[in-house]
């Protein structure tokens, strides 16, 4: 078992800039890949960002490409989401995860992840 909490939502302007944190607990960190997904309202859960197990390779979507850098620190058992130049389309409960295993593009997908925290609110108003 892993426990995810997620922290550091918040309501910004646009063009301001956030950092979410992960914490988590349970079995050791470094073992699981980790990822961010958001959920804006009336829309489908989608990814925005993975890490692999030591940090050596990340993903992103599109739209968040040069913007958003996912990062973590294992001996703090604790993963981060910087997110700058925020645009109100940002806004959206964020989510992280922790997979066990990448098999393919299994990394962009809710089925790739097994834990899950409970959500932080991200608002950017115009």
């Known amino acids: 078992q892993v426990q995810l909490v997620e922290s550091g939502g918040g309501l910004v302007q646009a063009g301001g800039s956030l950092r979410l944190s992960c914490a988590a607990s349970?079995?050791?960190?470094?073992?699981?890949?980790m990822g961010w997904f958001r959920q804006a309202p009336g829309k489908e859960r989608e990814f925005v960002a993975t890490?692999?197990?030591?940090?050596?390779?990340?993903h992103y979507t599109d739209s968040v490409k040069g913007r958003f850098t996912i990062s973590r620190d294992n001996a703090k058992n604790t993963g981060y989401l910087q997110m700058n130049s925020l645009k109100p389309e940002d806004t959206a409960v964020y989510y992280c995860?922790?997979?066990?295993?990448?098999?393919?593009?299994?990394?962009?997908?809710?089925?790739?992840?097994?834990?899950w925290g409970q959500g932080t609110q991200v608002t950017v108003s115009s």
């Open positions: 890490i692999s197990w030591r940090g050596e390779t990340t």
């Open positions: 995860a922790s997979a066990a295993s990448w098999h393919g593009s299994s990394w962009k997908w809710e089925s790739g992840y097994t834990y």
């Open positions: 349970g079995r050791t960190f470094s073992s699981y890949a």
